[in-house]
């Protein structure tokens, strides 16, 4: 098939190249010069594993980008995966997407035959009716054009991996064609392992990526509450969560206490639906909780931090900026905060990531940046461990440079050692 794929981020990227894989003809869409670029030279704008590999091959023989809307009625199917960013109020801004529906429209006004136009987006679900499909309409005012939803579950760090091995698809569509159409679009995917398939309508579509994110997103803030109780009682949560994983009603999936949630999906979707939600009137209370217990834990680390380190002239070892391994994605990083808190203590701060340095420093300019966890650790008075990079639990002797070795663990990674002051978030 030949496919379209609107916008060359996160997502955008990831599928495109992982269609192009499956042996479609792809062409990937973007307004951005230097991404379409980037993607034509078989490079990623992304750090993603697995994905530079996926553009070095299929680049320049099923996967081309560009940044015109013409290929589109030479498709099959035509994929937006452009992004909603939040509003102040957690709100979606649909302005961009709005944009990129309406010119998907105008694009196919003279197209004679079917087509189906799906939502990759995360969108909420009357957003779909309300919005996106009038858009859509409003450039093509052509019958023959079809909306669908096929919501994303795509991790950052593991999105290529998460692509090729889903636990389901999700299909939101109004007709068995448009159904057959996505049907057709996955089959290479199908033919190779059993996935589970929801065929739904577009609206439920949408409201299952935010249900899935928000019990995801509540169920490790209910995971830091029962780890923070653990902590005030002396006990290790681990060994507790350890032990609950066991019941198959609970299963041992996101039971990891630690900082907390960050990144662009969890945050975005849990203020999303919150708003949604309250805008219709009803009020979402744990889900509200779940967001103020999340917000709560890098506070928790810097109390950790502060009861054997007076902060006033210390030099502070921030370990970890993006928001997980396998990333330099750094949105919404529980780094963030606690870049800031110290800075206003008065404390010196040295941060390092193996590669988020530079979009933190674009945030943070005055902030020192170490080009290595040693140097980073070098005379300091305390570390704080935010990312669980593999590296990290690697340290040693490293700890021995350390003018005082205060090391307080958000993530469980760093092995204790003699010789060191070690404090767990949650154990």
Known sequence: MHITVIGSGYV???MAACFADLGHQVTAIDIDEAIVEAINDGTAPIDEPGLDDLLETHTQHS??????YDPIPDSDVTFLA?????????SIDLSALEAAAEATGEALADKADRHLVVIKSTVTPMSIQDTLEPAIQRGANNDQVEVGMNPEFLREGSAVADFQNPDKLVFGTNSEWATDQLQAVFEPLLEEQSVPIVD??????SMIKYANNAFLASKISLVNDLGNICKEFGLDAYEVMDAIGLDDRISDQFLRSGVGWGGSCFPKDVAAIIAAATQHGYDPALLEAAVE????????LLDLLESHVD?????????GLAFKPQTDDIRNSRA???????????ADIVAYDPVAIDPMRERFPDVEYAQSVEAALE??????VVTGWDEFATLDEEFDAMATPVVVDGRRIVEPRDGIIYEGLTW
Do not use: F, Y
Request: glycine share 12%; net charge negative; charged share 20%.
């Open 12 to 14: 955008g990227t990831t």
């Open 63 to 68: 996967l081309e980008a560009t940044t015109s």
């Open 82 to 90: 452009i992004g909603t960013p939040s509003n102040p109020d957690g």
């Open 200 to 205: 739904t309508d577009p609206a439920t579509a």
């Open 293 to 300: 217990i999340n917000e709560r834990q890098p506070e928790r």
């Open 311 to 319: 902060l006033e002239g210390a030099r502070i070892a921030v370990l």
């Open 336 to 346: 963030i905060p606690i870049l800031e808190s110290p800075q206003k203590a008065g």
């Open 379 to 384: 005379g300091s008075d305390g570390a704080l």
